[in-house]
């Protein structure tokens, strides 16, 4: 019974936390804003009690999970509609660094050292202080920078440069399986992928594990293959 008392008490925890990531949205932990965070802390405490000890009533727990990411959504909503509170229960952006100085009474107040900052450059593969024109420190912690116009590498709208449109691939074939409605959408049928194969020497989709066309039209094939006989080639 203690067995069948945990394999249940996981199904229904796992289902509580699953709604509560499709409500919060899918985002690493490293993004997560401070709120956030707390609320995944106090889950993982909550729910590894519950799920550890079979003698703990179930209920409690799940209503504990439930009135947690009732508070979550709450505190978000209301953070969205009201910018003042949202600023008051999240760091919010903050500016540590301007015109290439540092801001000093926002690092103390970040508790950010300037060895922190140096690090989170360095990151970002930017070795010399002087490059940088604006670094601010996100809700999640992590810093985003704007380099000086100098240092920026140039783009062919700078060159004036004209380009074409490149949007993204769409998979034709996955672990072996024709996806037909991508084939549609594309004004395209499985015999007209299988002639593709077969001239790049593939017999049938088994024999390969991704393919995708770009918007040249042009196919991507990854063939299954052996670890020790492993190639990836771009095939027209």
Do not use: C
């Not at 889950?43 to 000890?53: F, W």
């Not at 593969?125 to 000086?148: M, P, Q, R, T, Y």
């Not at 062919?156 to 959408?185: C, F």
């Amino acid at each position: 019974m203690e067995y069948f008392k945990i394999t249940l008490r996981i199904v229904t925890i796992m289902g509580l936390l699953l709604f509560l990531v499709l409500i919060t949205g899918r985002r690493k932990i490293g993004e997560l804003p401070v709120f956030d965070f707390l609320t995944i802390i106090i889950l993982g405490n909550v729910v590894g009690a519950d799920i550890a000890d079979p003698e703990i009533p179930h209920l409690p727990t799940a209503y504990a999970v439930v009135l947690l990411i009732g508070i979550q959504y709450l505190i978000s909503y209301i953070t969205v509609k009201n910018r003042k509170f949202g600023s008051k229960v999240t760091f919010g952006p903050t500016v540590i660094i301007q015109n290439g100085q540092f801001i000093k009474s926002n690092m103390k107040r970040l508790r950010y050292s300037i060895e922190n900052v140096l690090m989170f450059l360095r990151e970002k593969e930017i070795f010399d202080i002087n490059e940088v024109e604006f670094a601010v420190v996100e809700d999640s912690g992590n810093i985003s920078v704007l380099k000086k116009s100098q240092y920026q590498p140039l783009t062919p709208n700078d060159m004036q440069i004209p380009t074409k449109y490149k949007g993204i691939s769409i998979p034709l074939v996955v672990e072996g399986k024709a996806y037909e409605k991508n084939l549609k959408k594309l004004n395209l049928d499985v015999l007209w992928l299988e002639n593709q194969l077969k001239n790049n020497n593939i017999n049938s989709f088994e024999e390969v594990i991704y393919v995708d066309i770009n918007t040249e039209g042009k196919l991507y094939i990854s063939k299954q293959i052996e670890p020790d006989s492993i190639e990836s080639e771009f095939m027209v």
